[in-house]
């Protein structure tokens, strides 16, 4: 459901009673009941969606029809008071158990009964003021799923791109772009591959972190010290790999599909091509959870909350990434 | 001309030659003349293209007539052992004696004699072999007209950016970023909004440095110490302007035309999303010379030298540009 007063629910109304996403899956969605009943009805009347209170064994996994959306609400909170487009504590303590019951749920997985998560957008701020530390959705789960490092990688219709380092300062970069991480980085997205690209060998980018790919040491070193003795290393076990390219040569080859992914070296350097082409229907996935979880790559977007005029196009290819991550197998999501 | 041995003689003589460009103005190739007459003769045979030896007399101006195109060999230099798409020694020093004498020229600009430069790509690795120091155009032209700071602008037909660092590692971005440079950058950018974006009031879009443009201090303090002061003190006098923006959603908005130019904290922060867009057709302008200077945006692709498929477009467009730089008058030059 991710954030009450946010589009969340509006979005994931939307999406799971819609035609082309229905069949794709068995739906839960994990939030408040009133909260999502309003929204099925304003966004899908006819979505034929079944609200579930808690009666989930999960011990023995779940018992759920087919092509049908199910809302399960893990009790606790009183949103009854919750205006949309207005962040409250109330919204924020819902969301995040939401998120708490939809990964302990995540952990009944098995061949038998695959299972993804996809998350909704929540308000970090409001949620840390809940919870101290949270960080985000990715940084919950990979604690929750005790995963030693995780990898961002977003996919689009025109780009995919991972990034090596995330949400910190441009000052800290440098400093945290280390050989051990870029290598961890790579091969994750090395394994996960097909589900990423659709193909069995894609080319796969590595950004240099500084201009011009640094010109041989003359603007930075870390291409020398670190990317390309890393890109070396691994080419004898993948050899579609290349880099380091300068990151204006990169994502100009990658729109001309001359790359199938790129890996960039930092946030910004990944994330202003990728929303400019891909704003509308990009999705987050997080590589290396041991657990398939996508996101549609954008916020709360409060100021349109409960209009009805938010698009559900990111989350319904959040779901079909999901479900194609699913379909590729459990191989790769370590 | 550029360097001899790269596109630069093709796509000079495929420009100035083409019909849409030569009424725009009267053009001195300053160049090899043996290098130019081959490129010319390859690649625009009937281009009426009359070669001047060095007959200008500087003190009188340039008597040239409208529609021509010259080429002015400046001498010194030989030629004779240049192989297309090799880089030599000697190329390098006929490039570098061709951009001084393009800058001498350039000192004769009047309102009467409006003149302007468009470089063509040099190797910048073999001139600083022949004149330590050499960085670039840019920063010889810098020096040469004793400009006390310049902007590295980019045009394409997609996007306009301009960038307040350029070529450093980006371990040294957050050191060099000051107010005052940032603010000298915008003031450039505002003083020449009109040449940049054809629009009277443009909006101008400033990125913040830090992803997520630092969300309030959490990810990097420069958006606070920094980029929004200098934005604040100079909303008073251009009100157009807005961020400092993630840059994920400047280069969005700017795609969608909500933003005419932005402006980037460091290099690939702009040339990425850039080159993306406009890699065939981006021209570079320099801000702050108190000329007018462009330069296509791209390099001297000795892979395809004297191939005859290098495109002009860029070339081109950099005259254009140029050509309507000297129509909005003096007054944005400086």
Redesign the interface.
């Known amino acids: 459901m991710g954030d009450p007063a946010g589009i969340g629910p509006e979005i994931t109304a939307k999406a799971t009673a819609s035609q082309d996403i229905r069949g794709l899956a068995v739906f839960v969605v994990i939030g408040d009941k009133a909260v999502m009943q309003r929204a099925f009805s304003e966004n899908a009347p006819r979505g034929g969606v079944r609200c579930v209170h808690a009666g989930i064994d999960e011990a023995d996994g779940l018992a759920l029809e087919e092509g049908r959306v199910y809302v399960l609400d893990p009790g606790g909170g009183d949103l009854a008071g919750i205006t949309p487009g207005r962040p409250s504590p109330e919204g924020a303590r819902k969301a995040l158990l939401c998120i708490e019951r939809a990964a302990s749920l995540l952990e009944l997985h098995d061949k038998d009964h695959p299972m993804a998560m996809v998350t909704s957008p929540v308000d970090k701020k409001e949620i840390s003021g809940v919870r101290a530390g949270f960080a985000g959705h990715t940084e919950f789960l990979q604690e929750y799923f005790h995963a030693e490092m995780t990898t961002m990688l977003l996919a689009g219709d025109t780009l995919k791109v991972a990034t090596v380092t995330?949400?910190?300062?441009?000052?800290e970069?440098?400093r945290q772009l280390t050989r051990e991480l870029l290598e961890k980085t790579i091969a994750q997205v090395i394994d996960n591959r097909a589900m990423i690209s659709g193909k069995d060998r894609p080319v796969i980018g590595v950004c240099a972190?500084?201009?011009?790919a640094?010109?041989g040491g003359k603007?930075?070193?870390?291409e020398i010290d670190v990317i390309t003795p890393v890109i070396g290393s691994l080419r004898g076990s993948y050899g579609y790999i290349k880099g380091p390219l300068?990151?204006?040569?990169?994502?100009?080859q990658?729109?001309k599909g001359e790359i199938d992914i790129v890996i960039s070296m930092?946030?910004?350097?990944g994330?202003?091509?990728?929303?400019?082409?891909d704003?509308d229907n990009g999705v987050n996935m997080t590589l290396g959870l041991g657990h398939v979880r996508t996101s549609p790559d954008h916020g709360t977007a409060f100021d349109i909350a409960a209009r009805r005029v938010a698009s559900s196009r990111s989350m319904e290819n959040a779901i079909r990434l999901a479900v194609n991550a699913l379909t590729a197998g459990a191989s790769g999501l370590k």
């Open positions: 995330r949400h910190i300062p441009i000052r970069v440098p972190l500084n201009p011009h640094g010109e603007i930075g070193t870390e300068p990151a204006d040569v990169a994502f100009y990658a729109l930092y946030h910004d350097q994330l202003g091509p990728f929303k400019m082409m704003f």
